[in-house]
């Protein structure tokens, strides 16, 4: 766990020569994001109280039409036990003026925690639509459950400004054998207000909730805010 972000901020610092290198022919992008939450959830599952994480991603595009992420953040429960150790990669695609998708692949680490660890293989699906809204629907195979998790989602997105801007998400879960439970899970939604500093560091401060459907720790409501640097 100690060594884990020394070896993201070295990933980070290789991948600048490598960039520089690239960019003419591939277009090629950094993002790292710090973040700190009053509490965490995750697929209807509150793992820890008030929690610090650190994300690092890198994207590659490779056409118009396909590119291909990966990275990895870690999470600790500030005066808990809980730790998450995470890495994934990403392949996206756009399909017409108006879908994209995407199949990611991921493994999560965890320490004392009700998730188990083990790899998370998924899809989504999103249509953009032609407004402030997009509407996604996503199917995830978790093996350390076992199970199945499904979620249909809209993504709301207003802009105050040249530097500012709204964002939302509310939806609604599905559970196949998940940890014992099957049918709906949770209805969750996400606030947040990102003010762009400058063209490679902005700020977002964030409200969150889940309330659950199926009886399973208790609905949840946390905020927090996230920093985040682009290069």
């Known amino acids: ?23 003419e022919d591939i277009p090629f992008g950094i993002e790292a994001v710090t973040g700190l939450r009053s509490a965490y959830s995750y697929r209807g599952f509150e793992l820890a109280t008030s929690t610090l994480d650190f994300q690092l991603e ?30 994934f990669v990403e392949l996206r ?26 790899f998370d293989l998924s899809g989504t ?11 996604s629907t996503s199917i995830a195979h978790d093996c350390g459950a076992g199970g199945w998790h499904a979620e249909l989602a ?5 802009r105050l400004s040249d530097d500012a801007f709204l964002s939302g998400k509310i939806g609604v879960s599905g559970t196949e054998d998940y940890y014992g439970l099957t049918g709906f899970g949770d209805l969750t939604g996400r606030l947040s207000f990102t003010y762009n500093v400058n063209s490679m560091l902005s700020v977002t401060p964030f409200l969150g909730w889940s309330y659950e459907l199926q009886h399973r720790d208790g609905d949840e409501i946390h905020a927090g805010f996230w920093f985040e640097v682009s290069f």
Do not use: Q
């Open 154 to 158: 809209s993504h709301w997105y207003k």
């Open 1 to 23: 766990m100690k060594h884990f972000p020394v070896f993201l901020i070295v990933l980070g610092t290789a991948c600048s020569p490598i960039k520089g290198e690239i960019e």
């Open 58 to 87: 890198t994207e590659v595009t490779i056409n118009n039409d396909l590119s291909l992420a990966s990275g990895g953040w870690i999470a600790s429960e500030s005066g808990g036990d809980f730790e998450e150790k995470t890495s």
């Open 125 to 135: 699906f999103t249509w953009h639509a032609k407004t402030e809204w997009n509407f």
């Open 93 to 118: 695609t756009t399909i017409g003026d108006a879908f994209t998708a995407s199949a990611t692949a991921a493994y999560h680490g965890y320490s004392n925690s009700v998730i188990r660890s083990g």
